[in-house]
Structures are given as C-alpha cells and as structure tokens.
C-alpha cells in the first residue's frame, strides 16, 4: 500500500482490475451449479428415476425450525419428500425446540418443530398458545405429533457394561445430590459392577431443549419426589452445559465418569453406554426400539379436536416398556397461511406422516408412531385449511 | 490549511474565459454534496445504531428488579424482569485478560524477532505469514479449539487446577473441556497477529542513532534492545496491547464454541477452570430470544455494555498512541 | 552482526572481573536471541497447527469437483456427497451485496475527509465515529440489524439483513484504508490538475483515485476477507439452508460459516468431513482474496519506484 508514485499511471492498476474482473468472474463461472442428483451420488445407478408418485407435487419452499431432537427423521424425510417433488425446498434449521416456537410466533417460519405441545398457561410473559394463534391470523395453531424419540440416559465410566438405573437415582444424581460414582444407592441398583469412586460429571443442554423438558417431566413424575423442580426447557439441575443433543454427546463420549441425557439417535451414532431403567417391573429395561415402542402405545391423546396432544405414562410399570421417551411435534397453523404454504404443509406432513415414512425411522434411533395415533395425525393434517 | 488557501488560491486565479463545460462547478457541488453525505451518513449511521439500541435498552432497564451492574441473575424472561452481568463482566474480562496475558509477551518476541534478529530476507515473509493467522476466520479457531487444542491442554488444567487448586483463579471448576482456561488460550492465538503487528511497527522506529550509540558504548544486542527499542516502544507495546483487547472483548463464535455454561444455580467460581460466558457469547447462545422487548432491551443492554467496553479500551490505545507520536515527532 | 567484540568495554584492568562480566552478559544475550526465535516458533505453532488440521481432514472433499458444483440439497449427516456450491454463492453474494454499500460511503467518506472536509470540525466528527465503528463488535452490529429488520419492521431473516450488519463493520475498514492511501497521493498531482483548470470533482475522480486506485482495491479486498468469516451475524440473521439460493432478499441463504455451524456439533462421519471441509474453504477463499489484495499492494508499490 505505497501508491507514491509520482508518474503513476494506469497501468499500475490494470493488477487491480483484473483481481477485481476475476472476482466477479468466479461469481459468473460458479453460477454453473447444481444440486446433487436425487437420491445422492453414491447411490449411483441403482436409483430410478424420480417417481412423481402418489398426490400431485406442489412447489415452493418451507422454511421450518426448532427441535434438534427430530433433526435426524425430519432430514430423511425432507430428503425423500424432495425426491418424489424436486420443486419443492424444505428447509428446517435445528435450533432448538424454544427457539422453533419463537421463530414460528414471530412469523419466521412456516411450522415448528417441539419436544412439547404449545404452552397454554404464561411463562416469561408470553402464553405460547396465544401468540401463535395471533401468528396464524387468529387461528389456533395445533401440535401435530410427527417423531417419537426414546431419550436414553448416556454415561462413560470404564468397565461398567449395562449400568441400572431408576428414576429416583438418576434424579438424584442430576440434581447434584449423588456426587460419587460408588454412592450405595448406585451400587444397590447394580450388584456385583466395581463402580469407581470419581466424581460424577454431569452434561446438560445449555440451550433451551425439549429433551430437557420432557426429561425432567419424567424425573419429576417417576422420582417419587426426588426430582423438586419443575419441568422446564432451561435445565434446571446440576453439571455443565453444552449445546445441542450432539454437544452433550460429545462431552460424555470425551470425558470420562460423565453421565447425560440425550435422544437415542445421537447416543447410538456415537456409540455411547446407554443405562438400563429399573421402572419396578421386575426387569431393568433395556432401551430398545421395540421396548420404546411399547410406551408410546401406551400412550394417549390428550388435546382437544385435532390439536393432538399425547399424554405419556411416565410411570408405566409395564414389563419391557422404557419410560423416558419424547414425542416431537409440529406445530402448524390449523388456518391462516396463504394458500400455497398450507398445501405445501399439507403435503410434506402427509408424506412424513406416512406408514412407510415412520417405519423407515426406527433405524435411526426413533419409535414409529402407533397406528391408532397415526390415523388420527392424518386427519389432523387433511384437515388444516 | 496551507495546501487548501494555497488550492483556493489556484482556483480563483483561473483563467474566467476557459470553458469547463456545463459540469464545472454544479459537478463540483453534487460530488462535493455526495462526499460529504457519505460523511454525514457515517455520523448519522453510529448515533442512530447507538440511539436506537439505547432506546431499546432503556425500558427494559427501568424494568429491572435486580442491578444491572452488580447481580449475578439473568432472568430477562420473568415478570417483572431481573437481570445483572456480574458473571460475564467477569467472564468477559477474566478471558480477555488472560488472552492477553500469554498473547503481549509472545507478540513482543516476535516483533523483535522480526525487526532485530531475522535476516530481512527472512522477516518479510514470516510478516506475511503471521498476519495469515490474522485471515483465518474465528469459527474456525474455534472447532480448532474445542476439538483438537482441548484435549492436548487437559492434562495441563487437571495438572494445574489438581496442584494450585488453592488459588481462587486456579480453583477447579467443571469437568469438561470447555474451560475459560482453552477459550483464552485460543483467544491469545487470535489476538497475537494483531499485537505483533502494531509492536512491530513501533520497534521498527527506533531510532537508528539510539540505537547505533548502544552498541557503540558497547552494549550486547539484548541490552541495546532492553536499553533502546524496549523504552521507545514501551507506549506503542500498551496501546497494541489495548487494540487486542478490544479485539478480544468483542469476540464471539470461537468463545461461544469452546465455553461450557455453568449451571444456572452453581455458586460463583472465579477460576480460569470453570465455564461461563461472556457478552458476545451470551448474545449469540440466545439469539431465538428476543421474542419479546423486555428480553431484547436486556440483551441490547449487555450489549452496549460491551460496546462501551471495547470503545473506551479503544480509545485508551488511540489515545496513548497519539500522544507517543506528538512526543516523538 | 558480531556483538561479541563490541561486548568488551575493557573498562576495567581486573581481566578476571571483566571476564565474568562478559561471560554473564554473553549468556543474557544469548538467552535473550534464544526466547525471541522461541516466541517466534511458538506463534507459528498454532497457524501450522490449524492449516494442518483443516487441511488434512478436509481436502479429500475439496479434490472431488462435485464440491464446488452441488449443493447439500438431500443429503443428510449420514450420507456422504454433496458440496458446498450453495455456500459459496451464498457467501459471496452476502459480501457482494455488502460491498455494493460499503464501498461507496467508505471511498466517499474518505474522500470527503481527505479532499473536502480537511481539519474542520464535521470531519472531525466523522472521522471519531468512524472509530467508534470500528469498536463495534460484530454480536452488537448483528443484534441491531436484528432488532430493526426483525423486531421493529417485522421482515423475514434474510441474506441482505445480514449484508446489512455488516456494512456497519466493513465501511470503517474501507474508510480508513482509503483514507491513508488518499492522503499518499502527492499534492503535486493535484496543484497541476487545478493549475489546468480542472476543477476538484474531476480532479479526484481523474488523478486522485486513480492514482489510489490499486490502494483501495487492496483495503476492499482485505474488507471483505474479513467480513467473508464473521459469523455471528448469520447466526443471528441468515438461516442456513442446503438449497441454492441466489436471491438475497427472499428465502434463506446459506454461507460458508452457518455450513460450517450446521454440522461442527455432528458425530456422524459424513457430517464431520463437511465441516472441515467447509472450513478448509473458508480459510482458502479468505486467504486468496488477502494474498490477491497483499500482491496488488506490492505489485503497484513495487512499479512505482
């Protein structure tokens, strides 16, 4: 930077020039791209042609946000909804189920994704019903159950295989009241395992997260008590935060003697100990999809018409049923977003919705939805206008 | 000034029959008017950035149940609202501090390197390649950081942490990796470019003859350099040292990468081993928040906090260097 | 460079003192060169370090051509393939669109402060809040374009509220660059342009810029490397997308670094390729336009000797 020069002329700048010609050039050269040829390039030559099967393809573009606990089934079936409609761009940004209801109150997005169905009594001011009613043009928004995921309680302590838990011990030693891996109520649950005496290192969600939430849902109702707080989407117990599911993942797969909470697909691809729960049926139950899937049948629905709450058991004392499960929602406005968005909801819900979508997500760490629920999300989804 | 009157000058002694075109002096007003817009509309962007957030700020402010300066709560959410920014003053401050402890040293030592022992032909591309480390983009110090630099600097911390444990700063704090400890370390690679830079400069302005009469006195090289460039720089090492502080204070994704949150009710731990955040990372974690305008004024409030923060360390390294330049000009 | 024959004052008849004098002095000395060249090595560490790592778990992507011509558009964090072509027209468009802003209030700022305003007290005004700006750290800059884009007119994120936030942090950077090398310009070129009658309008966009021409493109350039890597910003205002998308004002548009934000929490291999990958890319983009802006700042000083 010495343009000193006292006969300077032009072409000391023709460098200049041309930097500035081959930037916008590479703009020009790289307007030359694509998307990825459907179904991935590795799927190579196996894969047919897009079928344009089933309903009419819609076109345009969904932006949605929220859970990251639905991250990993929403982004099959973005993927296979787009293969079926390539005019059709779903976007869905995992940030986070509080921050899908903001976003989606604020008329960011066109649905959310949540760990828990829209609140209807106030929290920091704001009934989250309310504003998304005011979002959707005074039409009640619904949760639309769409992902089951079984939320499993993660640890990594040398040597010790197949670890027991109970409600009231894992409440215990999230709340910070077990600090020491050999405490006698964690070796009452676990005969015969040589528990190390470290400390116990506890990770939790530092951002808002409906795993939270329906994590301390079912301390709080299978702890007898031992769980005091209310369930919440901040945590509320002990330990260090990280964020998002992969961020406590990875912290308990670093560190050893940790212990967390975290859906069942993140600890699976992170190959991470999973605890059994002792639910008081006998058997300490393994976390399994056809043992999640038991709880969720046991579920019910709870809300009115078809906002379609789901009202879980968390202290199922089924033989084989695992207790800690979510459900994830989407919540859609029943009315009110103009025509072309609501038949672009329609149809990518009705896709995601479907019998061959939902089982096609038990490989990835998820539950199906029953079929007796299912049906009834149908006709929930028929039935936005 | 002179080169102005002595312009104006010219100008009125123009030759009144040259024929400058229809564009002469109305192109002067509208170019001259477009500049000095260009001007104005830098004023008028800064007040109203400031204004605005201010007015922001103000309610939510005056809705505050907690002080703002000196609690520890940070409940922007709750009716009414209580909120204080204790602990990322302190997280901000003890983070940045540190960074700059490890980073001012090791930037002086390369500046001297750079000026006083790399053969020239050496120390013009290592300028350049210290300044690249300047180009790397934060995020990506930042999955450095917490993926590859975390788990090399963990057995140091449970070394340092497990030994010193007694000093409040050395105090052991959560178990993870993402400790004030590795954000500030990582904050100290990031600063360095700049620090150097500015040191360099500085230390390249030694005066010759000072210099030259050290050696002649018989002075070692170090003690011509402890004797002459050390005192000529010593404003030039502060006021660098202050720019990357402000460069610190402001940074957000590597920090808010690499920062484990303590839990909300965990007692207050001064330690370079606990978590925590700071302004920036704050802002950053809970961007989906300012969902209603008490929330947004109490984050737009740390926010300037922040902003006061960096301008006033700012400032103090204009001012310091300004006044160096007026003695030594 | 042989301090050690100026290292003997010879002060003092008593060889034996002088002697272990020498020999302590010697010793500092060499201390003192052995910590600087160990200050050095320490600071190259971590670049070496950080390009190692970027480099070696991110090139193989880089070698395929797909990843500079598709989109991540249906493939998940399990299945491999894809690009980061959306991202890098993303990016670049965001700092385009950025620089189609900054550029012309920074040059002109600086010209107005250099050619017009001089020492009076308007330029003086601008040039302090042009140092305020300079203070504003990104988060601040991103939670305003928020709180005005967002909050108080209701519009949707998008890619130009993020240009947005950062005009407030390239326009400083531009200013001054231009401003230091305005002030380069000899006065002489100036006198003999108004000696001609040229009046002051076409002088500047005649000689003066022109002759600063190479100066600016160089403070552009670095303007936009460093803009290219903010981050906070997007995280704020621009929503990731795997779609390419080339309309700033509508929808949203990815970026190399929410790319990169995307999948850096991610366990799964494919995942984890990516984001290395992507970040390899944001290094190279953001090195090449600081070396291309560093060769014109030579190359131009180096004619006009």
Known sequence: ?385 | MAVTNERQQLLDRRPQGLDLGPTGRGGDRLFGGLAKGSGIAVIALVVFVGGFLLWLAVPALRANQASFLFSREWMPGIQPPRFGIVDLLWTTVLVSGFALLLAVPVAVGVALFLTHYAPRRVAGPVTYVVDLLAAVPSIIFGIWGIKELAPKLAPLSSFLSGNLGGFPLLRPGIADNGTVFVAGVVLAIMILPIVTAFTREVFAQAPREHKEAALALGATKWEMIRLTVLPYGRSGMVSAAMLGLGRALGETIAIMIILSKPSPDSPFNPSLFAGGETFASKIANNAAEFDSPTKTGAYIAAGLVLFVLTFVVNAIARLILQHSERKHA | MSESSLATPGTSFDADLTGGRSKARGAKNILAAVLVSACFAIALIPLAWILWTVASKGLHLLLDINWWQQSQRGITSRTDGGGAYHALVGSLITALACAAISVPIGVLGAVYLVEYGRKGRLARAVSFMVDIMTGIPSIVAALFVYALWVTIFGFERVAFAVSLSLVLLMVPAVLRVTEEVLRLVPNELREASYALGVPRWKTILKIVIPTAFSGIVTGVMLGLARIMGETAPLLILGPYTKSINFNPFSGNMAALPTMINQDRTESLQPAVDRTWAAALTLVLLVLLLNIVARAIARFSAVRDR
């Not at chain 1, 989606?104 to 997005?109: I, K, L, R, S, Y």
């Not at chain 1, 010790?160 to 409600?167: I, K, P, T, W, Y």
């Not at chain 1, 116990?200 to 769980?227: C, H, P």
């Not at chain 1, 600890?267 to 976390?287: C, F, W, Y």
């Open chain 1, 1 to 385: 930077m010495d343009p000193k020069g006292k006969d300077k002329n032009v072409n000391h700048n023709r460098f200049a020039a041309i930097a500035v010609a081959a930037l916008g050039g590479a703009l020009m050269l790289a307007s030359c791209g694509s998307d990825p040829t459907p179904g991935g390039p590795d799927k190579g030559t196996s894969s047919a042609e897009p079928t344009k099967s089933g309903a009419a393809c819609p076109s345009g573009t969904l932006n949605a946000e929220g859970s990251s606990a639905q991250k990993n089934a929403i982004e099959e079936a973005i993927t296979a909804y787009q293969e079926q409609c390539p005019d059709v761009t779903i976007n869905y940004n995992p940030t986070g189920s509080g921050a899908g209801i903001k976003q989606f109150n604020a008329g960011q997005v066109d649905f959310a994704g949540s760990d828990s169905a829209l609140k209807t009594e106030p929290k920091d001011g704001v009934i989250e019903a309310d504003a998304a009613k005011t979002r959707c043009a005074n039409n009640p928004a619904w949760d639309i159950p769409m992902v089951v995921g079984p939320i499993a309680v993660s640890y990594n302590v040398a040597g010790v295989d197949g670890l027991v838990l109970n409600a009231q011990v894992a409440a215990n030693i999230f709340n910070g009241t077990i600090k020491t891996w050999n405490a006698p109520e964690i070796a009452k649950l676990n005969p015969g395992v040589k528990l190390p005496s470290s400390k116990i290192a506890v990770f939790y969600r530092s951002d808002e997260s409906g795993t939270t939430e329906n994590f301390t849902k079912y301390l709080q109702a299978a702890s007898g008590g031992a769980w005091k707080k209310e369930p919440a989407k901040t945590w509320t117990g002990t330990g260090s935060g990280k964020e998002k599911s992969a961020g406590v993942a990875e912290g308990v797969k670093a560190t050893a003697n940790s212990i967390t909470y975290v859906e069942w697909s993140y600890a699976r691809d992170n190959n991470l100990a999973i605890a059994k729960i002792d639910t008081g049926s006998g058997t300490p139950v393994e976390l399994t999809g056809e043992s999640a899937g038991k709880a969720v049948a046991a579920a019910k629905a709870d809300g009115t018409g078809n906002d379609l709450r789901l009202k879980l058991d968390y202290t199922t004392k089924e033989p084989g049923a695992y207790p800690i499960i979510l459900v994830t929602y989407e919540i859609v406005c029943s009315k009110g977003l103009d025509p072309a968005k609501t038949e672009l909801v329609k149809s990518f819900l009705t896709s995601f919705a479907s019998s061959e979508s939902q089982s096609s997500l038990e490989q990835i760490g998820y539950a199906p939805l029953p079929e007796e629920v299912r049906t009834k999300v149908d006709a929930a989804i028929k039935a936005i206008s």
